[in-house]
């Protein structure tokens, strides 16, 4: 020690003490006084605790969450229950706020419309503005993880700052601890960071007061990002969604891939092998059930690296080590795996459910709805509506949970392989009723990105604004992509066409619907999809090829759905699900034009496969002469 050459200048007003310095001071490294010494002084913290990777230092925040408030203790042992800001049904800290997350862009800089932006000078004003004084009052902890396995070619560290003890101990389920880490950087400056407050409280339990001045701005530049007033873990959490940002960025300009992916180890019965997928899919589209399905291993279930291997495959590895997962409709017929985690004793924090007796409760878990508890609007009973009159459910649609995933019992053996999985296939899967089938393979790599580019979902409840609207959503990716589209969408064209075995793309649909409006597909129907495109990996099943990728053939289905599922899946299931539908698919091509003409640089070969299909599919229409074309019929 003593190299130093930046000087502690926050303890003038005694916020920290000597312990605390001097576990900074060990980590020798002066971008990180350097940050500490910028932002102390500008939120003002009346008190700053530095957390090391000990025991002890992570007990301290478990259990200040709890005496502060931000959590409390439930029942069965390890469980505790937080509450994000509520005032209306429609004024809320529930859920990610798309409005105010933008990308600093220095000025003469691109970037696409469709990414939420402002001139990095003015916003940088605007924020620093509204953090001056945020954590007065508040006690500000220091603490350092480490994004991916450590140890790993893929790791990334960052540095966080809070003032939210909840937004803390999430991160202590979520990510690997950092601080040892941090002292083998012995100094680099090449580490992420995080400054977040939850800005001024009100309350019991204590919410953000002041919504409005809701900010979350992502620094490129500096690679950090600055996000204050809220404590939704999408918004707060600096390692999840505001580091797949930076991420993103990143990847883009090294040529690898930050993607929000899962990653499932499938094992098919009766073969002896674990083939690994990754899949994007916008929230609510089914992604966690997906990366959870019976039988099957998880590597991670949100955010994925995936780097080139020198066994030729792309290898992934998931940035987090828990799940923060929407908990509606997890129950024993649906979620059988997660239900089960989430009903016996172990660390988890529930966030903006039901309390009734000690105990959470939640949409469609499968239990009666209790008549009244506490819940994110405070003391709740049935049928109370908010300040305009608009009913108030008993748990929040985008109510949460958080947990380890090696305390699952389907945890992948490599969950934490610092060489991460080989990727067989990736998957990318949207929510819409009349469109797409429920699986299909695409022709080749490029046709693959074309795929994942093609998404649309249709809108829920994880963002805030209108339930409902059919959104374009590439690789499930847009509210946080932070490079121009055309160059990511060119990043994954190279990525792949640079490997030796590059991955199959599939895309999936789980909500289609027939004229009455009624789901064709069960729940776990979506466990023989991914069983199908794991014995495509391995040229097990013949495909018939349509315009717009390759599809199943009935006698393979059938007989997954019987082996997997005990089910008798009939010609006519499989006629109504996989008929090619000309004109919606005419139609969602005219969408992805539109959306993709609006910006500059969009790649050469994207025009080209989307011309392509349009020709094929008017092809298709003047061979058969009808808008719907059964598969038997091709
Ligand atoms: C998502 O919405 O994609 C999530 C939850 O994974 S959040 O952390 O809110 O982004
Ligand atoms: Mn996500």
């Not at 940088?124 to 993880?145: N, P």
């Not at 999430?170 to 002292?183: Q, V």
């Not at 993607?259 to 094992?267: K, N």
């Not at 059919?470 to 946080?480: E, G, I, K, Q, V």
């Amino acid at each position: 020690m003593g190299i130093l050459k930046i000087k502690p200048n926050f303890d003038s007003n005694n916020v920290m003490d000597q312990e605390n310095l001097a576990k900074l001071e060990a980590l020798n490294n002066e971008k990180v006084l350097r940050v500490v010494n910028e932002f102390l002084a500008l939120c003002k913290p009346s008190k700053v605790t530095v957390i090391t990777d000990s025991k002890e230092d992570i007990n301290y925040v478990r259990q200040t969450a709890i005496n502060i408030y931000e959590e409390e203790k439930l029942n069965t042992e390890g469980h505790t229950i937080h509450y994000d800001g509520f005032f209306t049904m429609s004024y809320h800290d529930q859920a990610r706020d798309k409005a105010n997350t933008r990308v600093l862009v220095p000025e003469g800089e691109y970037m696409s419309q469709w990414i939420n932006n402002i001139d990095r000078d003015e916003g940088l004003k605007e924020i620093l503005e509204i953090m001056d004084g945020c954590m007065e009052g508040h006690e500000c902890i220091i603490r350092f993880f480490c994004l991916g396995p450590k140890n790993s070619k893929f790791s990334i560290l960052a540095l966080q700052l809070t003032d939210s003890f909840y937004v803390a101990h999430s991160e202590d389920i979520l990510y690997r601890a950092g601080y040892e880490e941090f002292k083998k950087l012995e100094g680099s400056e090449d580490f992420f960071y995080f400054i977040h407050s939850a800005g001024e409280l009100t309350g019991n339990p204590p919410v953000t007061k002041n919504l409005d001045k809701r900010r979350i701005y992502v620094d490129l530049q500096e690679g950090r990002v600055l996000s204050v007033n809220n404590q939704y873990a999408g918004n707060s959490l600096g390692l999840k969604k505001l580091a797949l940002r930076l991420g993103i960025a990143k990847a883009n300009n090294e040529d690898w891939l930050t993607e929000h992916y899962f990653i499932l180890g499938v094992h098919p019965n009766e073969k002896n092998r674990v083939s690994y997928f990754c899949g994007a899919y916008p929230s609510a589209c089914g992604k966690t059930s997906t990366a959870m399905l019976p039988g099957q291993t998880v590597v991670g279930d949100d955010i994925a690296y995936l780097r080139p291997w020198d066994d030729g495959y792309a290898h992934a590895v998931n940035i987090e080590q828990g799940l923060f997962g929407i908990i509606k409709d997890v129950n024993p017929d649906d979620d059988p795996v997660i239900y089960e985690a989430l009903t016996t004793p172990r660390e988890t924090i529930f966030s903006n459910v039901l309390i009734t007796e000690g105990f959470p409760y939640w949409i469609g878990d499968g239990r009666p709805i209790p008549k009244k508890g506490i819940n994110f609007s405070g003391k709740w009973k049935k049928g109370k509506v908010d300040e305009d009159g608009k009913f108030i459910p008993h748990a929040h649609p985008n109510a949460r949970y958080t947990i380890r995933i090696n305390e699952l019992s389907n945890a992948d053996v490599n969950l934490d392989s610092p060489e991460g999985v080989p990727i067989e296939g990736i998957f990318y899967g949207g929510r819409d009723s009349d469109t797409m089938p429920p699986i299909i393979e695409s022709l080749n790599w490029e046709h693959g990105v074309f795929i994942g580019a093609a998404i649309e979902s249709e809108t829920t409840s994880a963002t805030l604004g209108t339930e409902g609207v059919r959104r374009p959503s590439p690789m499930a990716n847009l509210d946080f992509v932070v490079v121009p589209l055309g160059k990511y969408l060119d990043n994954h064209r190279t990525f792949g066409n640079n490997l030796k075995v590059c991955p199959k793309v599939f895309a999936t649909n789980y909500f289609l619907k027939n004229e009455e409006g009624k789901y064709l597909n069960g729940m776990l129907d979506k466990l023989v999809w991914v069983i199908w495109a794991e014995g495509r990996t391995h040229n097990e099943f013949e495909a018939i090829q349509t315009p717009v990728g390759f599809i199943p053939k009935y006698h393979d289905l059938r007989d997954l759905f019987k082996l997997y599922l005990n089910k008798d899946y009939s010609k006519k299931e499989y006629e109504e699900q996989f008929s090619i539908r000309i004109s919606r698919l005419l139609e969602k091509l005219d969408r992805v034009e539109a959306m993709y003409k609006k910006d500059e640089g969009i790649p050469k070969f994207f025009w080209a496969l989307l011309e392509d299909q349009r020709k094929k599919l008017k092809e298709l229409l003047s061979q058969h002469n009808t808008e719907t074309v059964s598969p038997f019929d091709l």
